[in-house]
T-cell receptor
Framework: AQSVTQPDIHITVSEGASLELRCNYS??????LFWYVQSPGQGLQLLLKYFSGDTLVQGIKGFEAEFKRSQSSFNLRKPSVHWSDAAEYFC????????????FGSGTQLTVLP | NAGVTQTPKFQVLKTGQSMTLQCAQD?????MYWYRQDPGMGLRLIYY???????DKGEVPNGYNVSRLNKREFSLRLESAAPSQTSVYFCASSEEGRGELFFGEGSRLTVL
């Protein structure tokens, strides 16, 4: 069975600093990987996804993520964080492109200091 | 652009009461989902529907029933609410095979 771990429950960064959120997955074959963001009081929104091809994936809002098969990781990065990036971030892994088979991580809460 | 609309946004129930969460999407998606979100546990799939007239259990279906009324609407029913069902519920839809879920804003349910 697939699983995903987000080791950091809560991260605090200063506005303008760089950001990296960690995601480790467990899956026997090539996974389908996703990052979602949840702003307070809102539903989740897709930031980016990896299905195949280039292992560095660009997403919305200036985010990117890199798939590293050798490390079973799909870390999310942003070079300069804005106050509006404060939210909860969820990594998800799937066996295919079907949303039916997604497994979500427990989330990382991001706080941005002025 | 409505996307996925859920009602109600907030609800307080007493143990044993019943209620239905409503969900509608206007993106012409075939697939619809109900998730629950609990602190530290991410999202867990309750039920999903691959198309009108079909529904299947997800990871945590016990205590819930669903109805796919038509292509647009997918409701979640709690027949006899329990405190363990206190949670935030999200409806979502997707175009099958694309992997991207489109979420509603959530329904916060408290069972006393």
């Amino acid at each position: 069975a697939q699983s995903v771990t987000q080791p950091d429950i809560h991260i605090t960064v200063s506005e303008g600093a760089s950001l990296e959120l960690r995601c480790n997955y467990s899956y026997g074959a090539t996974p389908y990987l996703f990052w979602y963001v949840q702003s307070p009081g809102q539903g989740l929104q897709l930031l980016l996804k990896y299905f195949s091809g280039d292992t560095l994936v660009q997403g919305i809002k200036g985010f990117e993520a890199e798939f590293k098969r050798s490390q079973s990781s799909f870390n999310l990065r942003k070079p300069s964080v804005h106050w509006s990036d404060a939210a909860e971030y969820f990594c998800a892994v799937g066996a295919s492109g079907s949303a039916r088979q997604l497994t979500f991580g427990s989330g990382t809460q991001l706080t941005v200091l002025p | 652009n409505a996307g996925v609309t859920q009602t109600p946004k907030f609800q307080v129930l007493k143990t044993g009461q019943s209620m239905t969460l409503q969900c509608a999407q206007d993106m012409n998606h075939n697939s619809m989902y109900w998730y629950r979100q609990d602190p530290g546990m991410g999202l867990r799939l309750i039920y999903y529907s691959a198309s009108e007239g079909t529904t299947d259990k997800g990871e945590v279906p016990n205590g819930y029933n669903v109805s796919r009324l038509n292509k647009r609407e997918f409701s979640l029913r709690l027949e006899s609410a329990a405190p363990s069902q206190t949670s935030v519920y999200f409806c979502a839809s997707s175009e099958e095979g694309r992997g991207e879920l489109f979420f509603g804003e959530g329904s916060r349910l408290t069972v006393l």
